[in-house]
């Protein structure tokens, strides 16, 4: 009898070694492609803070009501700093004086409806951007979190700044967080 439960718990124990097995072998076959930044392979970093202000270039569309909408409206010109807080790089990366990206309101012709599109403004002195991608919505501790990603020529200097607009005034102050990444391989994968 006690010969049976032997028998029992090896079965059991290759059973679950099987399962092991062939979890394992289809996680390593099988997944979805790396993320537009991928963490593997960042040789060093450092995290900032960001400050500046925010001008809003076109007033907030008018609801049925005759109100303005409400909530995020980043139509208007982004302009922050960053200061270091920590890091790891080797020199230290040396920030531009300041960014600035532009939330842009266009009209759909079609239906009439407002549409955002968001681009970033290259600094004119030293700036070494070959590649970004700028963008807003609602997020953040703020009203509205920005976000804007430069890559150097090579890709592998990445910035990823995310000012965040303290109130929904017309013209308001900006918080927010930033990260430079140096990577081992390019991180540059246009939007689309």
Known sequence: ??????LLREASTMRIAG????????????????????????????TYTVTGSF???????L??????????????????????????????PTPLAQYQFQGIKTTDPGTGDYLESFQYVPQTSGDPTANSIAKANTG???SCQGE??????DGKQVWSLKP???????????????????????QWQPPG
Do not use: H, Y
């Open 164 to 186: 965040e607009l303290v109130d929904e005034t017309p013209s308001s102050a900006i918080n927010g967080t930033g990260e430079f990444n140096v990577f081992d391989a390019d």
């Open 140 to 142: 953040g501790v703020g």
């Open 63 to 92: 609801q049925a009501n005759g109100m303005p909408i409400t909530g995020c409206w980043p139509i208007g010109m982004w302009t922050f700093k960053v200061a270091l807080v920590m890091g790891t790089c080797t020199p230290t």
């Open 148 to 153: 804007l990603s430069l890559f150097s020529a």
């Open 1 to 6: 009898m006690f010969q049976l439960a032997s």
């Open 19 to 46: 399962c092991l097995f062939v979890s394992l072998f289809a996680a390593c076959t099988t997944g979805d492609e790396s993320p537009p930044v991928d963490i593997r392979g960042i040789q060093c970093s450092s």
């Open 55 to 61: 001008v809003q270039s076109d007033a907030r569309p």
